[in-house]
T-cell receptor, first 117, second 113 residues
Framework: AQTVTQSQPEMSVQEAETVTLSCTYD???????LFWYKQPPSRQMILVIR??????QNATENRFSVNFQKAAKSFSLKISDSQLGDTAMYFC??????????????FGQGTTLQVKP | DAGITQSPRHKVTETGTPVTLRCHQT?????MYWYRQDPGHGLRLIHY???????DKGEVSDGYSVSRSKTEDFLLTLESATSSQTSVYFC????????????FGQGTRLTVV
């Protein structure tokens, strides 16, 4: 069975600074996807970034980037130039990538990030 | 925004009563999912559907049933609500399992008193 662990329940960062959220996972699969979702106070789940395990290059989306270490089973999210609107709960998630994949997501516990002015 | 609507958005119910949550999509996506969100647990899969009348259990399915009689609707039923089912429930949809982004509804906050 796959598990996803986020060991930082809460974090804070000053506006305009950089912060890194940690995520580790456990799986025996070789092909899979990893995701970071953002959940602001509105409760909406928003996809921030996605990484395919077979791609060695780390994914980036504007101010958001990941450090994907497949051998270490680590998938951290770096937010550069933090903005007040980045205040949210962030979830790391895992999905198997197989022919009969049903798209089921396995989530970590979440990290609450507060960006301070 | 993906066309996915959950109803109701908030509900308070008494222990022992049946409750049905509805998820409606306008995207004609094949896969639909119900997750629950609890502090310290993130989101956990309750049930999912891979087509009309095709459903399967997730990680935390005890006490829940689902039905999908039409592509666009996926219902989650708590047969006899308990306080441990107080949670925020999310519906999600995706086109193909794993090959695309999953889109989430706005969530339903359910309180069982």
């Amino acid at each position: 069975a796959q598990t996803v662990t986020q060991s930082q329940p809460e974090m804070s960062v000053q506006e305009a600074e950089t912060v890194t959220l940690s995520c580790t996972y456990d799986t025996s699969e070789n092909n899979y996807y990893l995701f970071w979702y953002k959940q602001p106070p509105s409760r909406q789940m928003i996809l921030v970034i996605r990484q395919e395990a077979y791609k060695q290059q780390n994914a980036t989306e504007n101010r958001f980037s990941v450090n994907f270490q497949k051998a270490a089973k680590s998938f951290s999210l770096k937010i550069s130039d933090s903005q007040l609107g980045d205040t949210a709960m962030y979830f790391c998630a895992f999905m198997k990538h197989v022919t009969s994949n049903t798209g089921k997501l396995i989530f970590g516990q979440g990290t609450t990030l507060q960006v301070k002015p | 925004d993906a066309g996915i609507t959950q109803s109701p958005r908030h509900k308070v119910t008494e222990t022992g009563t049946p409750v049905t949550l509805r998820c409606h999509q306008t995207e004609n996506h094949r896969y639909m999912y119900w997750y629950r969100q609890d502090p310290g647990h993130g989101l956990r899969l309750i049930h999912y559907s891979y087509g009309v009348k095709d459903t399967d259990k997730g990680e935390v399915s005890d006490g829940y049933s689902v039905s999908r009689s039409k592509t666009e609707d996926f219902l989650l039923t708590l047969e006899s609500a308990t306080s441990s089912q107080t949670s925020v429930y999310f519906c999600a949809i995706s086109t193909q399992g794993g090959n695309t982004e999953a889109f989430f509804g706005q969530g339903t906050r359910l309180t069982v008193v």
